[in-house]
């Protein structure tokens, strides 16, 4: 059954729309517009709706191929984000070369937290996958999370927690690039919706990074469209797209 049955647009348009918005930091009166010259008259709550409904989808898909951590040392740190008039908490985490491992946005912020954080940051690993070193701020939460999830056989025995300000320089950059894609939001109503918007921002940011630069055929922003594309089913499979190339490639050198 298609993953766009029952809407009033094709699945590409839909997945045209949900992308430009998590990858641009633009407002959905904006992309409507943008839309509107495409051709494609759409308001911007059905926009929003389509957001709300793919944008997790599209984390979900692509999971396998955007998280796979480059480097065993890595950066652990929480940022702000306005939910409902109240402050909430998004534990990220990225290697040391800057590459997204996980994500977690929490109404708390407390060792249950970033507990919670990590061990979803810890699973599906494989053990070579699993941090060496997990550098963080001074924050005293850590410490005991770690503690537990080793305890508990979730963290390698010997993964060392440091606690080097500096060295968190690499997260807090990227914490700056996401929050320029959360800024036109100008808050979220409630922790579901901020959540479901952040994962297409957060896994967006990741693509863009070129952390599933192996599934890109062509290296370029129309691969990376189509790495969307073919999580739903949408537009000819991937071993029929590289046949393509492969006999495009063939004809240059040909001529």
Known sequence: M?????????GEIVLWAVRWYCRYGISYCDLEQIMA????????????????????EIEKRLR?????????SWRVDETYVKVGGKWAYLYRAVDKHGNTIDFHLSPTRNTAAA???????????????????INTDKAPTYGPALAELKAEGKCPEETEHRQVKYLNNVVE???GKLKQLIRPVRGFKTLKTAYATIKGFEVMRALRKGQAAAFNLTRDMHGEARLV????????CVLAEAVQLVNQQLELQAA
């Open 37 to 56: 010259e495409r051709g494609v008259t759409v308001d911007h709550t059905t926009i929003y709706r389509w957001v709300q409904k793919y944008a997790p």
């Open 115 to 133: 507990k919670r954080f990590l061990g979803k940051a810890l699973n599906g690993l494989k053990d070579w996958e699993k941090p060496m070193v």
């Open 173 to 175: 950059a990227d914490h």
């Open 2 to 10: 298609s993953d766009f049955k029952g809407r009033h647009f094709e």
């Open 229 to 236: 594309e073919r999580a739903f089913n949408v537009g000819p």
């Open 64 to 72: 396998w191929q955007w998280r796979c951590p480059r480097s065993t």
